[in-house]
């Protein structure tokens, strides 16, 4: 059974409320049977210096991806993953993490791949609840694992590969880079303050608009009320609910929190995350890549 | 200019050594919790560079803030100092084990300690390869300004 929805009216206004919880709901609900928390950051170590009380970690790296292939973990190692932190094809999952959640987003979204019903993000993440004074720990949780089915991961509706952008933008889709404004123009291909990761190309995909994935987040890494999210993405770039929209960052871990945003708050049918990002388009061979900060046109061939 | 000081099949030295046999004996996890060991050891600033911010370069490689600032003494003894924060306690590792394990080397041992020494370590695959990036930048920052600070004294 399903834990509880948080009624906060903010999360009210979204089209999918159940999707967030606050603070305040999961002091109030640690410990439920059906409940799983999960911490999932950007430092690998974050949290073993201290976490929410019986909360488990999954690392997005070393946990999610596979160790050979640039790829996600299939069904068989996904079942060991959550059966190993205890958590079951019905669990409630509340997903929390650093840096505004991320990570948490990525590990939310691929969650979603595998059909994970009931997968929600702790609104404001791990410094919200730091920042509140709520309690933390380093003790280990007391897990008992549990059978997980293998789940076959769907790589349809909310995943693009290159060659779904290429034939999206054929098509006319819309794409919105969620990069900083120098990843976008091309004066960088990383992020400021992260390390090269290997593009050999700078720029954006023709036509993406660029609306950094931050312009989501408020003040204190919980997300925008609807009116603002309105303001910047139905308003902002004409998307509407049936929009067919590709988010894209540099490996599709800022692009997985707008998708959230798209998807979950907004409620918009048709958005997939490009996890290949700029990593993989900025060293392609021959697809097409606009420099400056104009968003520059794609000529259908 | 040759591309790096390092030979290729050079000595480790000892406390890199040790340093480097303490991880690798340990299964994955348990490298993992060595680290986070380290991080804790990072020792705090001396108080004359406390007020200093400038004088520290940042280590832009790395995820999160991470500043180093390097000194060698009148015997040529290498004193490496960063800083990071808490919240990055991976950074905060790395640094520690270079600050631990370059203590008390000398300007020129510390130029011949190997660049993939952070590859040595055994910690790719409990960390990734792409966070060790940011420990491999960090050495070679150091010893760029080894470098820099011996050139001027000689």
Same mark, same amino acid.
Request: hydrophobic share 40%; net charge negative.
């Given at each position: 059974m399903a834990a509880e929805?948080?009624?906060?009216?903010?999360?009210?206004?979204?089209?999918?409320?159940?999707?967030?919880v606050?603070?305040?709901?999961l002091a109030e609900h640690l410990g439920d049977t059906d409940l799983v928390v999960v911490e999932s950051?950007?430092?690998?170590?974050?949290y073993e210096?201290g976490h929410i009380p019986g909360a488990v970690k999954i690392d997005?790296?070393t946990d999610l991806?596979?160790?050979? $292939?640039?790829?996600?973990i299939?069904g068989e190692e996904f079942a060991v993953l959550a059966g190993s932190r205890g958590i079951d094809r019905n669990s409630t999952v509340v997903i929390y993490g650093?840096?505004?959640?991320?990570?948490a987003?990525?590990t939310l979204?691929v969650f979603?791949?595998f059909g994970h019903e009931d997968v929600r993000?702790l609104?404001?993440?791990?410094?919200?609840?730091?920042?509140?004074?709520?309690e933390i720990t380093t003790d280990q949780p007391d897990v008992t694992p549990v059978e997980y089915p293998i789940a076959?991961?769907?790589?349809?509706? !909310?995943?693009?590969?290159?060659?779904?952008?290429?034939?999206?933008?054929?098509?006319?889709?819309?794409?919105?880079?969620?990069?900083?404004?120098?990843?976008?123009?091309?004066?960088?291909?990383?992020?400021?303050?992260?390390?090269?990761?290997?593009?050999?190309?700078?720029?954006? !995909?023709?036509?993406?608009?660029?609306?950094?994935?931050?312009?989501?987040?408020?003040?204190?890494?919980?997300?925008?009320?609807?009116?603002?999210?309105?303001?910047?993405?139905?308003?902002?770039?004409?998307?509407?609910?049936?929009?067919?929209? !590709?988010?894209?960052?540099?490996?599709?871990?800022?692009?997985?929190?707008?998708?959230?945003?798209? $998807?979950?708050?907004?409620?918009?049918?048709?958005?997939?995350?490009?996890?290949?990002?700029?990593?993989?388009?900025?060293?392609?061979?021959?697809?097409?890549?606009?420099?400056?900060?104009?968003?520059?046109?794609?000529?259908?061939? | 200019?040759?591309?790096?000081? /390092?030979?290729?099949?050079?000595?480790?030295?000892? @406390?890199?050594?040790?340093?480097?046999?303490?991880?690798?004996?340990?299964g994955q996890k348990d490298?993992l919790l060595?680290?986070?060991?380290?991080?804790?050891?990072?020792?705090?600033?001396?108080?004359?560079?406390?007020?200093?911010?400038?004088?520290?370069?940042?280590?832009?490689?790395?995820?999160?803030?991470?500043?180093?600032?390097?000194?060698?003494?009148?015997? #040529?003894?290498?004193?490496?100092?960063?800083?990071?924060?808490?919240? @990055?306690?991976?950074?905060?590792?790395?640094? /520690?084990?270079?600050?631990?394990?370059?203590?008390?080397?000398?300007?020129?041992?510390?130029?011949?300690?190997?660049?993939?020494?952070? #590859?040595?370590?055994?910690?790719? #695959?409990?960390? /990734?390869?792409?966070?060790?990036?940011?420990?491999? @930048?960090?050495? @070679?920052?150091?010893?760029? #300004?080894?470098?820099?600070?011996?050139? /001027?004294?000689?």
């Open positions: 929805a948080d009624t906060t009216p903010k999360f009210a206004e979204y089209a999918h409320p159940n999707r967030l606050s603070t305040e709901w950051d950007e430092d690998v170590l974050l210096t997005w790296h991806n596979d160790p050979v $292939t640039r790829d996600y299939f650093d840096k505004s959640n991320w990570w987003a990525y979204w979603s791949l993000l609104d404001g993440g791990r410094d919200k609840w730091i920042a509140e004074g709520r076959e991961r769907s790589d349809v509706e !909310i995943r693009a590969f290159k060659d779904d952008v290429l034939e999206h933008l054929d098509a006319g889709g819309k794409l919105i880079d969620v990069r900083s404004p120098e990843e976008y123009s091309g004066e960088r291909t990383t992020a400021p303050a992260y390390p090269e990761e290997g593009a050999l190309r700078a720029g954006h !995909i023709p036509s993406a608009h660029n609306v950094p994935w931050a312009k989501a987040a408020a003040e204190d890494g919980t997300f925008k009320p609807l009116a603002d999210l309105n303001a910047i993405y139905r308003e902002g770039l004409g998307l509407d609910d049936s929009s067919d929209v !590709i988010a894209y960052c540099r490996i599709g871990e800022r692009s997985s929190h707008t998708w959230f945003v798209l $998807t979950h708050l907004l409620g918009f049918e048709g958005v997939r995350n490009y996890d290949g990002s700029w990593t993989e388009w900025g060293s392609a061979v021959r697809v097409p890549i606009v420099q400056g900060s104009d968003r520059g046109e794609h000529v259908a061939k | 200019m040759p591309l790096s000081d /390092s030979t290729p099949n050079a000595e480790l030295h000892p @406390a890199l050594a040790e340093i480097r046999d303490g991880f690798l004996e340990l490298r060595l680290l986070l060991e380290f991080s804790n050891e990072l020792p705090e600033l001396p108080g004359r560079y406390g007020e200093h911010p400038d004088l520290f370069e940042k280590v832009v490689e790395c995820q999160s803030p991470v500043f180093i600032f390097v000194e060698v003494d009148e015997n #040529q003894i290498v004193h490496l100092y960063a800083t990071a924060p808490q919240e @990055a306690p991976t950074t905060r590792g790395f640094a /520690s084990i270079l600050a631990q394990g370059l203590a008390g080397l000398t300007a020129e041992e510390v130029l011949a300690v190997p660049d993939d020494y952070p #590859q040595m370590l055994g910690l790719t #695959q409990a960390v /990734s390869p792409l966070r060790i990036r940011g420990m491999t @930048a960090m050495l @070679a920052r150091t010893k760029r #300004q080894v470098r820099e600070k011996t050139a /001027s004294v000689i």
